[in-house]
T-cell receptor
């Protein structure tokens, strides 16, 4: 079975540009999570969806960040405009159940974003 | 705010040595998880401990959940180069249930 798929794997952009990160969760999984990982702050949850509905977006840093899940097999995380401090590795994860952290989360390989 | 503190942050040892990584909090967690992350990849779940005092073994890895459910440890016996990676502990935040991660322990096992 294919795991969580993320694209692109690497993204280099200039400050002020719009960035869109994509995620395809494991088929049949009901929950999807977006995380950001940096050396300074570690791994942080940005937002999570259950059955395509955003449940907790308290980790979204500011209005420049937005996430959507139009259907069960696709989600996007958009940053507009991007800033150098957004440089990080962004992970998408999915889980089978609907109870958030209690279920096993399967992580994708991540997107390494560099904003110049 | 529930926080998870891991120690040590970095560990470099020779193959065959034993090591222990700690994950501590001042708050009670309903469960704790341990992940391993290799360079260029996402974290992979190793184990979930749920009951205070619980001990779980995964080959050469032994995981323990503290009796008060505020801390956990990961012990590796006879470390091998394949154990190299970032080890993360994580637990659900009691209000929202979302996972909170420790800062991680970077382990390097030299052949």
């Amino acid at each position: 079975d294919a795991g969580v798929i993320q694209s692109p794997r690497h993204e280099v952009t200039e400050m002020g540009q719009e960035v869109t990160l994509r995620c395809k969760p494991i088929s049949g999984h009901n929950s999807l999570f977006w995380y950001r990982q940096t050396m300074m702050r570690g791994l942080e949850l940005l937002i999570y969806f259950n059955n395509n509905v955003p449940i907790d977006d308290s980790g979204m840093p500011e209005d420049r960040f937005s996430a959507k899940m139009p259907n069960a097999s696709f989600s996007t995380l958009k940053i507009q405009p991007s800033e150098p401090r957004d440089s990080a590795v962004y992970f998408c994860a999915s889980s089978l159940g609907s109870t958030g952290a209690a279920d096993t989360q399967y992580f994708g390989p991540g997107t390494r974003l560099t904003v110049l | 705010t529930q926080l998870l503190e891991q120690s040590p942050q970095f560990l470099s040892i020779q193959e065959g040595e034993n090591l222990t990584v700690y994950c501590n909090s001042s708050s009670v967690f309903s469960s704790l998880q341990w992940y391993r992350q290799e360079p260029g990849e996402g974290p992979v779940l190793l184990v979930t401990v749920v009951t205070g005092g619980e001990v779980k073994k995964l080959k050469r890895l032994t995981f323990q959940f503290g009796d008060a459910r505020k801390d956990s440890s990961l012990h590796i016996t006879a470390a091998q180069p394949g154990d190299t990676g970032l080890y993360l502990c994580a637990g659900p935040y009691w209000v929202t249930g979302k996972l909170i991660f420790g800062q991680g322990t970077t382990l390097q096992v030299k052949p």
